[in-house]
């Protein structure tokens, strides 16, 4: 049993949960599913991973998902469209390395916090060193997500993790069975796709 806090986080992905009606309701109707249902894991906070969408559309569902976040007191991160972010005036921001590097320190002092997608210990070390609050690492297990990509290990995570001073999030083939093993890795918390887009 795991003796000390950590964090869920919960990444969507509306391909994942069924596509019938109109095209952003049914992910709107899961997450407010998964933070109704006291039989699961209740995230801390979302990431909004919604990268196939244009600016237009995703702007769009981040204020529907924005609002539904609020009312049931959890944190919404915005994740890759940091224009759409400023528009709406939010401040949580999540971005791959790279989109990360290219942020100027101006962009960057729009939000207060920024989380980083890191797949190497260098790349979570240089996230830290230009000014991000957390990042995620990954993939540490087998996730039918991405198949074929080779899992890092639960040595990899514990090597990215002390490595930083910031709190590193486990990613990839997450689930109730395996996050103990996370957290006694290092880990501050995990990031599930799977366990919470499918019903």
Not at 9 to 36: M, Y
Not at 54 to 60: D, F, K, V
Not at 117 to 130: D, G, L, M, P, R
Request: net charge negative; with cysteine; proline share 3%.
């Amino acid at each position: 049993m795991i003796m000390c806090t950590y964090k869920r986080i919960c990444i969507t992905n509306r391909l994942l949960v069924s596509t019938d009606g109109a095209p952003f309701d049914a992910l709107l109707s899961q997450l407010k599913h998964v933070f109704e249902d006291e039989s699961r894991m209740h995230p801390d906070c979302i990431i909004l991973r919604e990268k196939d969408l244009s600016q237009e559309e995703y702007q769009a569902l981040a204020g529907s998902v924005i609002a539904l976040c609020k009312q049931y007191d959890v944190r919404c991160i915005l994740h890759t469209f940091v224009d759409a972010a400023k528009l709406l005036g939010h401040n949580y921001i999540h971005v791959p390395f790279t989109k990360f590097l290219e942020m100027s320190e101006e962009e960057k002092s729009c939000f207060d916090e920024i989380g980083v997608s890191t797949h190497t210990v260098s790349e979570a070390q240089i996230a830290e060193k230009k000014g991000a609050a957390y990042v995620t690492t990954s993939p540490i297990f087998e996730t039918t997500c991405k198949p074929g990509v080779k899992a890092k290990g639960l040595d990899f995570l514990r090597e990215v993790s002390y490595s930083v001073q910031i709190p590193v999030y486990a990613l990839g083939g997450i689930h109730e069975e395996n996050i103990e093993l996370c957290v006694l890795n290092g880990a501050a918390g995990v990031c599930m796709m799977s366990e919470y887009m499918r019903s």
